[in-house]
Every structure is written in C-alpha cells, then in structure tokens.
C-alpha cells in the first residue's frame, strides 16, 4: 500500500504512467478503428472517453493528468513544422490556385464567425461563452489567441476546438458525400477550414492533395484570424 | 576528403533514419519558438518555424528527403497529441448538463454550414477560373 501512496505522488511515476496510458490507449483506440471504421469509435472519441472513467476512478484532477501528458500536446509544435514537407509538395499545385484557395479562406472564415454567433444567439447565449465559440474552427494555438483578444475564455475555446476537430472530421466525410465537388481544391479546403488539425488528419487519409490543400487552408485561416482577430475585437466591443 | 565523406556518410544516415528527422523537425520548432518570442510577433512558434522549413527548401539548402519521414510520421500520428487536451472538458463541468449539449449544437451546425459554404465557394471559384484563366489542365 505504501508502495502505492509513493508512486502516485512522485512525479516520474505519474507522467510515465499518464503517458503510458494515453498513448496505449490511443494505439489500442486506432487499432480499434481500422478494424471497425464507425464514425463514434473515432480514435479521438474513445481514447480521451477511457481516459477519462480511469482519472475518475483514480480520483486524479484534470490538473494532474495535464500536467503528466502536457509533453504530448507540445509536440503539436514540430507537428506544425512538419506541414511544411507536404505543402512544399504541392508548391506547383498551390502557386495555381492560391486565389482561390484564399478565397474559401476568407469565405469560410466569414462564416465560422457569422454562424456561431448566429446559432449561439438563436439558442440564447451571450457574453463570453458566445465570443468563446467564434474562433472554433482555427487550430488551437491560433485560436485561444483569437479568443483572448476578443474577450472570450481561451481556455473554453480550446475545448470547443477540440470539439470541432472530432466532430468535423466525421462530419466532413458525410458532407462530402452529399454535395456535387470536383476539384481537389475544394474537398481540401472542406477539411482544414471545417475541422482544422483533425480535420487536416482525415484529408491526408483521403489523399495526399487533399491533405496538403488542407494543412495549407489550416494555417492560412489561422494567420488570417490572428492578424483580425485586434480589429475583429474592437468591432465586438 | 574524409569530412567529405563523413558529410555524405552523414546526410544518407539522416535521409534513411525516422528518429533523427523527428529529432530535426524538433529542432526546427524551437527555433521558431525563438524567433516568435524574440520578434514578439503574434505567430505560433510552429507556425514560424514551418516558414524557416518552407524557406530552406526552396532555396535548396535543405532536401525532401532529410525530413519526408519523420514529417509523415507527425502527421500520422496528430490525434495522439489532442487527446490530453480533450480532458479539459473534465474542468467544465456546467458544459454536462443542457447548456453543453446547446453548445454541440452550435458546433455540429455551425461547422457543417462551414464546410458546405467554404467547398461550394472554392468549387465554384476554381470552375469560374478554369472558364476565364487559363489556368493549365483542371485539376480533378
């Protein structure tokens, strides 16, 4: 038992455990997946699902599990960077289309923000936890940028986000099914506008031009948004 | 001679292992965390460093190969480092209940509206430009 009580406050023994299961958890979860693609055994639906009945059955906070697997989200960082080989890929293919590729950008940002509000205000929200929904579409970074400086809560936003990404890129499948697209162009930049990383995960499963059109669109959104975000917030207030 | 062959002898070794292109992709973020804190420019620091990548391969100082594999594997592997920060739901509790559930509907809604109107409007914007610019073969 003292045994116990030692490796649950050393610090070591909690990250590699928290670690371990998440990542095990996540591997177990896409394995899972492959052998059975419904779109509610996503990998990242029932692996944070499992994680959470263990830390409530641990009786660990949110706190401690974040601060034992915070590693894991760092490495979205060279993640990031890793967008760039794709992108360098299609350089032919995105020297052609940028036009148009900014314009879905604008268009599609145009929309994230009108449709939250509106659908937010339909259903009877206001404050921050409306301006808290706005940047949603972004990839997370970018976004709980946005969100502080037009006053919402970035640390609400991060989950909406996260929201966003696991259903968009279930959501997109289905939508892409359902509307009449030709270009490549277009069913990339449904990807990483609609569900930004995860978004961006799905599209490279569906073709290596979609996903690179989808990364791009993904980081051209976030830029775009960051660089408004200082005008987008004084218009609110 | 021999630092010759210990550059070539190098370069295959980085072009061939997975672990020391993560490593490299690493080194690159840092970097760019870097510049992002030292410039204070509002940019992520992944973001700047994809750009210092973007700029090295095109002027051909750095070659696809050096980094294809371990790019391949970040980008296969992107769920894996979302999943800690789904958690924080755990930290909201007034989202279980009603309001939560009005604000799923706000996120499903709002991001299939996002995504029809964003592929129609490119859709629609790349036939408009095929028709009018000649913009080489269409892209299907």
């Known amino acids: 038992m003292s045994m116990l009580v030692l490796l649950s406050t050393n610090p070591i023994a909690l990250t590699v455990f928290w670690s371990a299961a998440t990542i095990g958890l996540y591997f177990a979860a896409k394995r899972l997946y492959r052998l059975w693609p419904r779109w509610w055994l996503t990998p990242l639906g029932v692996a944070p699902l499992l994680l959470i009945a263990i830390t409530l059955s641990c009786h660990t906070s949110y706190h401690d599990y974040f601060r034992s697997t915070q590693w894991l989200v760092l490495l979205l960082g060279p993640t990031t960077v890793a967008f760039a080989i794709p992108i360098y890929e299609q350089r032919a293919l995105i020297r052609r289309h940028w036009p148009v590729l900014a314009a879905g950008v604008l268009v599609g940002s145009g929309t994230a923000m009108v449709s939250a509000w509106g659908l937010a205000s339909l259903l009877g929200m206001s404050g921050s936890l409306r301006l808290s929904l706005l940047p949603r579409s972004m990839s997370t970074p970018f976004a709980m940028a946005v969100s502080g400086d037009i006053g919402g809560v970035p640390d609400l936003t991060a989950v909406f986000v996260v929201f966003t990404g696991v259903f968009g890129a279930a959501l997109g499948e289905a939508v892409l099914y359902c509307l009449p697209l030709r270009s490549v162009l277009a069913r990339g930049a449904l990807f990483g506008m609609g569900a930004h990383g995860a978004g961006v995960a799905k599209a490279h499963q569906i073709g290596r031009e979609e996903g690179s059109i989808a990364g791009l669109v993904m980081v051209m959104v976030g830029l775009v948004n960051v660089l408004a975000a200082p005008l987008l917030g004084y218009a609110l207030h | ?140």
């Open chain 2, 1 to 140: 001679m021999t630092t010759r062959r210990f550059a070539i002898n190098a370069r295959r070794g980085l072009d061939l292992s997975r672990p020391l292109q993560i490593a490299l992709l690493c080194v690159f973020w840092l970097a760019g965390e870097a510049v992002a804190r030292t410039t204070e420019i509002p940019v992520p620091g992944g973001i700047v460093g994809m750009f210092i990548v973007l700029a090295l391969l095109a002027s051909g100082r750095l070659s696809l190969l050096s980094m294809r594999r371990g790019a391949n594997w970040f980008l296969a592997e992107m769920l894996l480092f979302f999943i800690p920060a789904v958690l924080a739901i755990m930290d909201h509790q007034e989202l279980m209940g009603w309001l939560g559930l009005k604000v799923l509907v706000v996120i499903l809604a709002g991001t299939i509206i996002v995504m029809s109107v964003t592929a129609l409007a490119v859709d629609l914007c790349f036939r408009w430009r095929s028709a009018h610019v000649h913009a080489g073969p269409a892209l299907d």
